[in-house]
């Protein structure tokens, strides 16, 4: 299926805005892999018309510009003949050309910024903050379990880690065994060769995440509901600390973002272990049923007979556990028989 539904008239661009940048790879022939990066970049990336497009599409999009393009001029046409209309017309707009060749990590690219435009480009993105498209080596390929639904783009600070990732949740308000069981999971699955996926939310999250943060060798990946620039986010981050978000730098925090954070680090963890949620309700709670549902586990959840949450998730099909000390073994036994981790 393509998108042919009718586009509104753009608005118009005013080209003196962007003198000065132009497309270094227009005239060459590219690698088909750099290029589906620059045009994934364009189309779903920070373009004032992304929402015009169906974003489910994108992986469509990728196969045929890695099919039939293999030069910058070619990408209009190739995404016209293959029936993806608002693509072509918004790749055609110089300015999704300028976004692309600004935020991708592409190599052997370079920009030439009119003078006019470099106080905008600070103001408006951080110099840290790349974007990450789904045919970069770095793109976590837990997510590709999410088929279509996996995010084109990512927003990312820091540097990539490589796994195996199990990620660490649960609610904000909670009481302090809460607290020191995430603290105790994130540190003794560290001292065992894993590295931890937080949402990055105040209670457990960065509850564990501080743990693992403290342990020599400890590596975090933060799935974040808002803009890497947004509200609440900080430019300096530890170093073995790395941020990814499906929002452009500078939006903010938004229920719809957060709903699609915690899918996010369901998909990318190998297992999910959660500490604390209240009974059906918040965030906690319905991510880890929405997981269960979708099979995007194992769910690890913690036997607390005092909660109920906890227990009814249980029931639902979470594998119950009664000590952070008991994770490292259960992890690493199904990871070397093939078990939890299969796909």
Known sequence: MVS???????PS????QFLGVTPVIQDARVDPEHLSRWVLGALYGPNPYRSLLRRVLWSQVDHCIRKSAR???DVSEVLSNHGFFAEAMIWDRHDAHFWAELEVSFSGSSLRLGSNLRAKVRGSFCAESRL???SCPDYPMGLRRLGVGAPPVLWQRGQPHAGPWVGIVGSREVPEASLNFARDAAVALVNNGFRIVSGGAVGIDQAAAGAALGVSGGAVLEFLPRGLDGDG???DIPIRLWQLSVRA???GFSREAAMERNTL???LAQATVIVDARNRKGGSWWGAVSALQRHLGPVIVRDDPSQPGLQMLIALGGVPIRSPEQLPELLTKAR????????
């Open 4 to 10: 042919s539904h009718r586009l509104p008239i753009l």
């Open 71 to 73: 030069r910058w001029q």
């Open 13 to 16: 661009i005013d080209d003196e």
């Open 336 to 343: 070397d028989l093939g078990g939890l981790f299969s796909a």
């Open 265 to 267: 680090t369901y998909a």
């Open 132 to 134: 990450l498209t789904a």
């Open 233 to 235: 986010c900080c430019n």
């Open 249 to 251: 730098p500078t939006e």
